[in-house]
């Protein structure tokens, strides 16, 4: 006996350090997952200690009725086993604590918990020495007491002990319920009631009780019985917000509608504290009003508490598929969020097979899936279903009364299909439905309004209207095939147009008027002519037509065979690297027009672009440079000062053959792109040198003295 | 014997101390095992996250980011400060400024004239929220919205500031927050990525976004954002080629997954697993992708409510209705980025275009959550890197002017799951320049995401080179007051 004493008082020894090493340490531990189990096996082992401490007591206080031997064989027995338990209990206890997160109840439990352990240990150690035993003794019973009442608070809720005490707070609300006392005190208590209570009446007012309340503030009374309009309440609602008199102040929570309403029609009726929904009219608008409160805050009180268990995790881990996804909702609730994706892979046993886990589903989407009235009736088992969203199924709506076992149903999104008013008749049987989506589907406005009239505390969204909006514009059209093709072409190329919009027109121009919706339409490719300009508008009904948009055409130039950059471009546009290549200039491709593109093109700043272009051993007949350039004198890209080229059949020898300086800009224009043609004698040259020079910003536009930038996407003879 | 009694004693009491400081010893040794990092510097042990499981009842499950991207200006959109007006062209007080550092483009000015925004402001909704008339439609839905003028950041320049916003820190290599929520909460719905990205870009002086930014860092890579091309495929390379039809690819892919499985059995490279897994998704992506990119079958109704340009693929509006659609779908994290808000000059002629590309469909998104009963689980943020100077950049006229970066105060919103609506939080002083009121930074920022997603943002940690990582690293306080 003796020796089984003295192991179990070594292993509690030893528990302890690890116990005392692990709360030294806890920052670094990490509880491996196989160790887990036996931290959940806390609450099981914990009533052991629990009940022995205080069999120790009682052991104690029994002291003079049980013979002296028997009394030390049973002490030793009970010290032993109470101390092993306690001891387990607490490390079990720790690990447990690892796998949550640390609230402030949760650490003093812990410390607590693990004091009872120690103490424990520190009785075996004292029990010769009867004076210190009785007193560690009943400081042992107090901490068990108390941790042990922590970790019921841990468990069940702080104020579970108490909770039946306190139920009146969270009763059921009813009709006969005073609806100052359950309904409007409320409101007051948790807007008004932390500037003016008894401690801080700000204005003299202290809101904290009814007969309070009647004695007003250093402005008057709050309220005027029967008369809400002239009442002090009401009126420092009205108030602009940003009113000194404005009540609640600014930057805290204001009255939300359905409490104004609540207060407004409560004063208005009388301002009577007995009165009740059940002794008030039903023509009454605080009757309804109140009706509404009440729903609110009664499910509120009963809000996330599932009375139903949780479902097996193996369950749960075997219908997650790539096409439906099942979680609860936190690892800590027994209620399930399932969704079901993608409308080509969808079978009905993916429904079906959610019947496993029936009672715990409290949301299921299956949007965009085609899903079919009869399956509704599987819905309709899941009876603790809370929000269903089957926005663009394929019901009809015929089915919903299959739904009427989902009493619990919050939320019910049905756009998108083909439901009729006729789902009225089903809606009834829905008592907690709180919001509707019936939007695009066959319902019609009067559907909706008589909806409405039936259901007055339903939320119905019916969804965007463009009908009260003034109409919109549309995009311009577009050159289609534009990746590929751009704004060069040659003669007699095909010129596409599209819209974004399926059924739009687009009406054109090719001789330079303005085009509008009598314009000819766009049916068929357009032929290119040198230098084109297709002036488009797209119109469609109940839409603005759109800008016109000008598309000038750049006839494709003679191909150049090399070309290089003689001086170096900004970096300020993009990087460049050491050989930098000038094919970007002679690649018959230009940006979108009005849209900068960096890589079609170089941007210089002060310095002149210089670029040599070697037309080939059979160089063929030139008459024409032109320069595409990009102007924003927003963020001063302006057009070029001059160009001037060179020609000669000897790179190193170049003359001058023409110049041409651009027309100075006198105002701002913005992302717009431009072409400068030199003319000159036809010429048969090999090489022709193109240098265009930047500017320095003119004084109009307000940054006088600044070099302009120049940005070139593309040098073009002819 | 008297002395072999007490020989024995000392005896019994050796053997007692040694067998205690033994049992002390075991127990510390045992308890040891338990303390991996303790006496491991390097760490074997890696934790792996619990994919899937939230640390607390989430908010919201699923986050679209609209990202305005190169700054737009705070003093022209959300934070009205008529006092700049008042003093046009009057100097920057330096009792204000307090030496805050300016980058190299306005820090060789002479002088930091004042000016305030060219468009007006007008308050909207029960809330009386400020919105500048550069966005009609956003002031539409400010009763939808979390209007956070107190947003600050550390960096003051593009790279670092959009790489700390989108990743937690200003050097890039760290995962994006889409990656982390990846990591976090797994994917909902395995068809499609977990992270996707989607790029557009305005007329204005644009910067850029790098792929860096929606990187997986140290995470698997299965976590990383999937970029989405801003052509009429969306997806590229998804489709089969000419003449392969479905079946043969899968045979192709389980032939594939075989060799990769051997190869996986030889060098045990978890990246193996991964692409093993990433040809899975894309098989199924061939699927689910082409439902989601449809935009046919949209009503004409919805193609109002984003406007005529959300059919053009590539545009600001296109995104925001694929990014609806993905989202609807149950993908995580729909990232977009709108680039061309870097108006150092020309402010009053690039920022009404920028503000049209983007206003209507940014308001359109929140109404059709709100329509479809999302609004209330999907997180939407709209907003930028940092804000923009009360001063004028360059040259100041009555008609235009720039605005340089600005770190120190700058405006977002946010809208939907368990974001406070109808509101506004933080306040700047009069200038417009520093915070005076509930300041959030972006550590804070990112915490206050995580938490709605159900994280706790110190506890959804990774580790990697011998420390524990956070998408929050060692700060983040969570802004309550915006919780509903």
Same mark, same amino acid.
């Given at each position: 006996?003796?020796?089984?004493?003295?192991?179990?008082?070594?292993?509690?020894?030893?528990?302890?350090?690890i116990?005392?090493f692990l709360?030294?340490f806890?920052?670094y531990v990490d509880i491996p997952k196989w160790l887990?189990?036996l931290?959940?096996?806390?609450?099981?082992?914990?009533?052991?200690?629990?009940?022995?401490?205080?069999?120790?007591?009682?052991?104690?206080?029994?002291?003079?009725?049980?013979?002296?031997?028997?009394?030390?064989?049973?002490?030793?027995?009970?010290?032993?086993?109470?101390?092993?338990?306690?001891?387990?209990?607490?490390?079990?206890?720790?690990f447990?604590?690892?796998?949550?997160?640390?609230?402030?109840?949760?650490?003093?439990?812990?410390?607590?918990?693990?004091?009872?352990?120690?103490?424990?240990?520190?009785?075996?150690?004292?029990?010769?020495? %009867? &004076? !210190?035993? #009785?007193?560690?003794?009943?400081? @042992? +019973?107090?901490? *068990?007491?108390?941790?042990?009442?922590?970790?019921?608070?841990?468990?069940?809720?702080?104020?579970?002990?108490?909770?039946?005490?306190?139920?009146?707070?969270?009763?059921?609300?009813?009709?006969?319920?005073?609806?100052?006392?359950?309904?409007?005190?409320?409101?007051?208590?948790?807007?008004?009631?932390?500037?003016?209570?008894?401690?801080?009446?700000?204005?003299?007012?202290?809101?904290?009780?009814?007969?309070?309340?009647?004695?007003?503030?250093?402005?008057?009374?709050?309220?005027?019985?029967?008369?809400?309009?002239?009442?002090?309440?009401?009126?420092?609602?009205?108030?602009?917000?940003?009113?000194?008199?404005?009540?609640?102040?600014?930057?805290?929570?204001?009255?939300?509608?359905?409490?104004?309403?609540?207060?407004?029609?409560?004063?208005?009726?009388?301002?009577?504290?007995? %009165? &009740? !929904?059940? #002794?008030?009219?039903?023509?009454? @608008? +605080?009757?309804? *009003?109140?009706?509404?409160?009440?729903?609110?805050?009664?499910?509120?009180?009963?809000?996330?508490?599932?009375?139903?268990?949780?479902?097996?995790?193996?369950?749960?881990?075997?219908?997650?598929?790539?096409?439906?996804?099942?979680?609860?909702?936190?690892?800590?609730?027994?209620?399930?969020?399932?969704?079901?994706?993608?409308?080509?892979?969808?079978?009905?046993?993916?429904?079906?097979?959610?019947?496993?886990?029936?009672?715990?589903?409290?949301?299921?989407?299956?949007?965009?899936?085609?899903?079919?009235?009869?399956?509704?009736?599987?819905?309709?088992?899941?009876?603790?279903?809370?929000?269903?969203?089957?926005?663009?199924?394929?019901?009809?709506?015929?089915?919903?009364?299959?739904?009427?076992?989902?009493?619990?149903?919050?939320?019910?999104?049905?756009?998108?299909?083909?439901?009729?008013?006729?789902? #009225?008749?089903?809606?009834?049987?829905?008592?907690?439905?709180?919001?509707?989506?019936?939007?695009?589907?066959?319902?019609?406005?009067?559907?909706?309004?008589?909806?409405?009239?039936?259901?007055?505390?339903?939320?119905?969204?019916?969804?965007?209207?463009?009908?009260?909006?003034?109409?919109?514009?549309?995009?311009?059209?577009?050159?289609?095939?534009?990746?590929?093709?751009?704004?060069?072409?040659?003669?007699?190329?095909?010129?596409?147009?599209?819209?974004?919009?399926?059924?739009?027109?687009?009406?054109?121009?090719?001789?330079?008027?303005?085009?509008?919706?009598?314009?000819?339409?766009?049916?068929?490719?357009?032929?290119?002519?040198?230098?084109?300009?297709?002036?488009?508008?797209?119109?469609?009904?109940?839409?603005?037509?759109?800008?016109?948009?000008?598309?000038?055409?750049?006839?494709?130039?003679?191909?150049?065979?090399?070309?290089?950059?003689?001086?170096?471009?900004?970096?300020?546009?993009?990087?460049?690297?050491?050989?930098?290549?000038?094919?970007?200039?002679?690649?018959?491709?230009?940006?979108?027009?009005?849209?900068?593109?960096?890589?079609?093109?170089?941007?210089?700043?002060?310095?002149?672009?210089?670029?040599?272009?070697?037309?080939?051993?059979?160089?063929?007949?030139?008459?024409?440079?032109?320069?595409?350039?990009?102007?924003?004198?927003?963020?001063?890209?302006?057009?070029?000062?001059?160009?001037?080229?060179?020609?000669?059949?000897?790179?190193?020898?170049?003359?001058?053959?023409?110049?041409?300086?651009?027309?100075?800009?006198?105002?701002?224009?913005?992302?717009?792109?431009?072409?400068?043609?030199?003319?000159?004698?036809?010429?048969?040259?090999?090489?022709?040198?193109?240098?265009?020079?930047?500017?320095?910003?003119?004084?109009?536009?307000?940054?006088?003295?600044?070099?302009?930038?120049?940005?070139?996407?593309?040098?073009?003879?002819? | 014997?008297?002395?072999?009694?007490?020989?024995?004693?000392?005896?019994?009491?050796?053997?007692?101390?040694?067998?205690?400081?033994?049992?002390?010893l075991g127990s510390a040794a045992l308890s040891a095992t338990l303390l991996p990092k303790l006496f491991d510097?390097?760490?074997g042990g890696?934790?792996?996250?619990?994919?899937?499981?939230?640390?607390?009842?989430?908010?919201?499950?699923?986050?679209?980011?609209?990202?305005?991207?190169?700054?737009?200006?705070?003093?022209?959109?959300?934070?009205?400060?008529?006092?700049?007006?008042?003093?046009?062209?009057?100097?920057?007080?330096?009792?204000?400024?307090?030496?805050?550092?300016?980058?190299?483009?306005?820090?060789?000015?002479?002088?930091?004239?004042?000016?305030?925004?060219?468009?007006?402001?007008?308050?909207?909704?029960?809330?009386?929220?400020?919105?500048?008339?550069?966005?009609?439609?956003?002031?539409?839905?400010?009763?939808?919205?979390?209007?956070?003028?107190?947003?600050?950041?550390?960096?003051?320049?593009?790279?670092?500031?959009?790489?700390?916003?989108?990743?937690?820190?200003?050097?890039?290599?760290?995962?994006?927050?889409?990656?982390?929520?990846?990591?976090?909460?797994?994917?909902?719905?395995?068809?499609?990525?977990?992270?996707?990205?989607?790029?557009?870009?305005?007329?204005?002086?644009?910067?850029?976004?790098?792929?860096?930014?929606?990187?997986?860092?140290?995470?698997?890579?299965?976590?990383?954002?999937?970029?989405?091309?801003?052509?009429?495929?969306?997806?590229?390379?998804?489709?089969?080629?000419?003449?392969?039809?479905?079946?043969?690819?899968?045979?192709?892919?389980?032939?594939?997954?075989?060799?990769?499985?051997?190869?996986?059995?030889?060098?045990?490279?978890?990246?193996?697993?991964?692409?093993?897994?990433?040809?899975?998704?894309?098989?199924?992506?061939?699927?689910?992708?082409?439902?989601?990119?449809?935009?046919?079958?949209?009503?004409?109704?919805?193609?109002?409510?984003?406007?005529?340009?959300?059919?053009?693929?590539?545009?600001?509006?296109?995104?925001?209705?694929?990014?609806?659609?993905?989202?609807?779908?149950?993908?995580?994290?729909?990232?977009?980025?709108?680039?061309?808000?870097?108006?150092?000059?020309?402010?009053?002629?690039?920022?009404?275009?920028?503000?049209?590309?983007?206003?209507?469909?940014?308001?359109?998104?929140?109404?059709?959550?709100?329509?479809?009963?999302?609004?209330?689980?999907?997180?939407?943020?709209?907003?930028?890197?940092?804000?923009?100077?009360?001063?004028?950049?360059?040259?100041?006229?009555?008609?235009?002017?720039?605005?340089?970066?600005?770190?120190?105060?700058?405006?977002?919103?946010?809208?939907?799951?368990?974001?406070?609506?109808?509101?506004?939080?933080?306040?700047?002083?009069?200038?417009?320049?520093?915070?005076?009121?509930?300041?959030?930074?972006?550590?804070?920022?990112?915490?206050?995401?995580?938490?709605?997603?159900?994280?706790?943002?110190?506890?959804?940690?990774?580790?990697?080179?011998?420390?524990?990582?956070?998408?929050?690293?060692?700060?983040?306080?969570?802004?309550?007051?915006?919780?509903?």
């Amino acid at each position: 006996m003796i020796q089984l004493q003295k192991l179990v008082a070594g292993f509690i020894f030893f528990t302890l350090c690890i116990l005392t090493f692990l709360l030294v340490f806890e920052s670094y531990v990490d509880i491996p997952k196989w160790l887990w189990p036996l931290g959940r096996m806390h609450p099981l082992v914990l009533h052991f200690p629990v009940a022995l401490v205080f069999l120790l007591g009682i052991l104690s206080f029994s002291k003079s009725k049980i013979e002296e031997k028997s009394y030390e064989g049973i002490q030793q027995f009970l010290l032993h086993f109470t101390g092993l338990t306690a001891s387990l209990t607490a490390l079990m206890g720790f690990f447990l604590s690892q796998e949550s997160s640390g609230s402030d109840l949760l650490a003093l439990h812990k410390w607590t918990g693990a004091g009872v352990a120690y103490l424990v240990y520190v009785l075996i150690l004292t029990v010769d020495k %009867r &004076s !210190i035993y #009785n007193g560690v003794l009943i400081i @042992t +019973l107090g901490t *068990t007491v108390y941790a042990g009442h922590l970790g019921a608070g841990l468990t069940h809720g702080t104020n579970f002990l108490l909770e039946p005490l306190m139920a009146s707070e969270q009763k059921e609300i009813t009709a006969e319920s005073p609806i100052y006392e359950n309904m409007v005190a409320p409101i007051f208590a948790k807007k008004c009631a932390g500037c003016h209570n008894s401690e801080k009446h700000k204005g003299e007012l202290d809101m904290s009780s009814y007969a309070k309340i009647l004695k007003g503030g250093e402005d008057g009374f709050v309220w005027e019985a029967g008369n809400a309009d002239k009442s002090e309440i009401i009126k420092r609602h009205f108030l602009p917000l940003d009113d000194d008199h404005h009540m609640p102040p600014e930057g805290k929570p204001q009255l939300t509608d359905i409490e104004l309403a609540l207060i407004y029609q409560w004063i208005e009726n009388g301002a009577d504290t007995s %009165r &009740s !929904i059940a #002794n008030l009219e039903e023509t009454d @608008t +605080l009757f309804s *009003t109140a009706n509404v409160v009440m729903n609110q805050m009664n499910l509120a009180n009963h809000k996330a508490k599932y009375e139903f268990d949780f479902a097996d995790q193996d369950v749960i881990k075997g219908l997650n598929n790539p096409n439906r996804s099942v979680n609860q909702i936190t690892p800590a609730s027994p209620a399930i969020s399932a969704n079901i994706y993608v409308r080509a892979r969808y079978q009905k046993e993916f429904l079906t097979e959610l019947l496993e886990i029936s009672e715990q589903i409290i949301s299921l989407n299956m949007v965009n899936l085609p899903i079919e009235d009869d399956e509704l009736s599987v819905i309709g088992q899941f009876v603790n279903l809370e929000k269903l969203i089957l926005n663009g199924t394929n019901i009809t709506g015929k089915t919903l009364s299959d739904l009427k076992a989902c009493t619990k149903l919050k939320s019910l999104a049905l756009s998108s299909t083909k439901v009729t008013a006729s789902i #009225n008749n089903d809606l009834a049987e829905f008592k907690s439905l709180e919001e509707i989506f019936i939007w695009n589907t066959e319902i019609d406005k009067a559907g909706f309004k008589s909806l409405a009239e039936q259901f007055p505390q339903l939320e119905i969204f019916l969804g965007y209207s463009s009908a009260d909006e003034p109409p919109l514009k549309l995009d311009i059209p577009s050159i289609g095939d534009s990746n590929k093709k751009g704004r060069v072409r040659g003669v007699n190329e095909e010129i596409n147009f599209e819209s974004n919009l399926p059924g739009t027109n687009i009406h054109f121009t090719i001789d330079g008027s303005e085009p509008d919706s009598t314009s000819p339409i766009y049916k068929e490719p357009i032929l290119f002519n040198a230098g084109m300009v297709i002036k488009t508008i797209a119109c469609k009904e109940s839409w603005l037509c759109s800008d016109v948009k000008p598309y000038s055409f750049i006839t494709q130039g003679i191909q150049v065979d090399t070309a290089y950059i003689l001086t170096r471009p900004s970096e300020s546009y993009h990087k460049i690297t050491k050989d930098f290549d000038a094919t970007r200039l002679i690649d018959q491709a230009v940006c979108e027009e009005g849209n900068l593109t960096h890589d079609k093109g170089f941007a210089y700043i002060g310095e002149p672009l210089i670029m040599i272009a070697d037309m080939g051993a059979k160089p063929k007949q030139i008459e024409q440079v032109v320069v595409s350039y990009f102007i924003n004198t927003g963020s001063v890209v302006f057009p070029p000062k001059k160009i001037t080229v060179y020609g000669g059949n000897n790179k190193n020898n170049l003359t001058v053959i023409a110049n041409f300086s651009p027309t100075p800009l006198t105002k701002e224009v913005s992302y717009s792109s431009s072409l400068a043609t030199v003319s000159f004698e036809k010429q048969n040259f090999r090489y022709y040198k193109v240098k265009i020079e930047t500017l320095i910003v003119p004084k109009w536009s307000g940054r006088t003295g600044e070099v302009s930038d120049v940005f070139v996407d593309e040098i073009f003879f002819y | 014997m008297e002395d072999e009694f007490l020989e024995h004693r000392y005896n019994i009491n050796r053997r007692h101390f040694l067998g205690k400081i033994g049992l002390g010893l075991g127990s510390a040794a045992l308890s040891a095992t338990l303390l991996p990092k303790l006496f491991d510097g390097i760490g074997g042990g890696e934790q792996e996250a619990l994919a899937g499981v939230t640390h607390f009842a989430p908010k919201a499950k699923r986050i679209i980011m609209l990202f305005q991207n190169g700054a737009p200006s705070q003093l022209e959109s959300f934070d009205y400060k008529p006092l700049l007006n008042k003093m046009y062209d009057q100097d920057l007080p330096e009792s204000i400024r307090q030496g805050q550092r300016l980058t190299g483009m306005t820090s060789g000015q002479e002088r930091f004239p004042l000016v305030g925004s060219i468009f007006d402001f007008k308050q909207h909704g029960q809330a009386g929220t400020w919105v500048s008339d550069l966005f009609p439609n956003i002031a539409k839905i400010t009763d939808d919205i979390c209007v956070i003028k107190s947003m600050h950041t550390d960096a003051i320049n593009h790279d670092p500031a959009l790489t700390f916003m989108q990743t937690g820190s200003q050097i890039g290599g760290r995962p994006g927050m889409g990656s982390w929520l990846s990591y976090g909460l797994g994917s909902e719905n395995e068809n499609l990525p977990a992270f996707c990205v989607l790029l557009s870009k305005g007329q204005g002086n644009g910067q850029g976004v790098y792929s860096k930014l929606w990187s997986n860092g140290f995470l698997d890579s299965m976590h990383q954002g999937v970029k989405f091309s801003a052509s009429e495929d969306p997806v590229l390379y998804l489709n089969n080629p000419d003449g392969m039809s479905k079946d043969e690819r899968r045979i192709m892919l389980d032939q594939l997954s075989l060799l990769n499985q051997m190869n996986y059995e030889k060098f045990g490279d978890p990246e193996i697993i991964t692409k093993i897994k990433q040809y899975e998704m894309a098989y199924r992506m061939q699927t689910a992708v082409p439902e989601l990119t449809d935009m046919s079958k949209e009503p004409d109704h919805i193609i109002k409510l984003y406007g005529s340009d959300c059919l053009t693929p590539g545009t600001y509006a296109a995104n925001c209705l694929l990014a609806r659609n993905l989202s609807e779908s149950g993908v995580r994290f729909v990232q977009l980025y709108h680039q061309g808000w870097d108006q150092h000059a020309n402010l009053v002629g690039d920022m009404p275009g920028q503000a049209l590309d983007v206003d209507r469909a940014s308001a359109a998104l929140i109404t059709d959550l709100k329509q479809r009963g999302l609004l209330n689980e999907t997180l939407v943020i709209w907003g930028g890197e940092f804000g923009r100077t009360n001063y004028c950049q360059g040259t100041l006229s009555e008609t235009n002017y720039g605005r340089d970066h600005h770190p120190k105060a700058y405006s977002i919103w946010m809208a939907g799951g368990g974001v406070k609506a109808g509101m506004s939080h933080g306040e700047t002083d009069e200038f417009g320049y520093n915070i005076v009121k509930d300041p959030v930074s972006v550590h804070d920022l990112h915490a206050t995401i995580l938490h709605l997603m159900g994280l706790d943002h110190e506890k959804l940690t990774y580790k990697h080179l011998g420390r524990r990582f956070r998408l929050t690293d060692v700060e983040g306080e969570i802004v309550k007051d915006i919780l509903a």
